[in-house]
């Protein structure tokens, strides 16, 4: 291979895992934070009181409402007195572990796509591999493709679907490799 088909086929890798990543987030946009969670401006921890000369006192009954808050994933939503002293836990928003949920549940779908589109750009990689450096590039883009996916998706996937899917990866591209070098011995 020349040196203008190794540039050729290193834009080609480049740019298709750039199409496919601003694709799918053209086509299936992650979601938005700002659609979960709205923030009226308050902190949500205990805020400094308005007045300093004002000596707001320690409350175990919120402190505990706010760690089970925390626990359960929720964000305290505090309530004051005129003096901005944290009173009480007026309530617990869950937005974000809302937005988390529909995170997760969005790379799982990112993942897939990213996967479909890795399996077929391999084949058609492998299809028309003739024609270098385009075959070459195509399969190497594939194989980016999923690697983009599952690197999205890696934290959701428990360690036996981790080992499931980089066995199969490599179950592919050893069948692949395979494939090609029976086929070049032939020649």
Known sequence: M????LVLGIGIFIVYLLAVGYGIATFY???DYQDFCKNDGRFPYYAKPIDPSQNCTFSRTVQEQTEQCY??????IYEYNDAGCTIA???CDYCNKEFNNAQKSHQKIVFIIAL???IITIFVGY???SVEPVGSALMASGIGA????SARNWANLTDIWRFLLLIAAL?????????????????
Do not use: C, D, E, M
């Open 127 to 129: 299809g028309i591999l």
């Open 71 to 76: 626990a359960n994933q929720g964000i305290p």
């Open 2 to 5: 020349n040196i203008k088909n």
């Open 171 to 187: 179950i592919l591209l050893i069948w692949i490799t395979l494939n090609l070098n029976k086929s070049k011995s032939k020649r």
């Open 146 to 149: 999923i690697f983009y996916g």
């Open 116 to 118: 479909i589109v890795g």
């Open 89 to 91: 836990v007026k309530t």
């Open 29 to 31: 946009p992650s979601p």
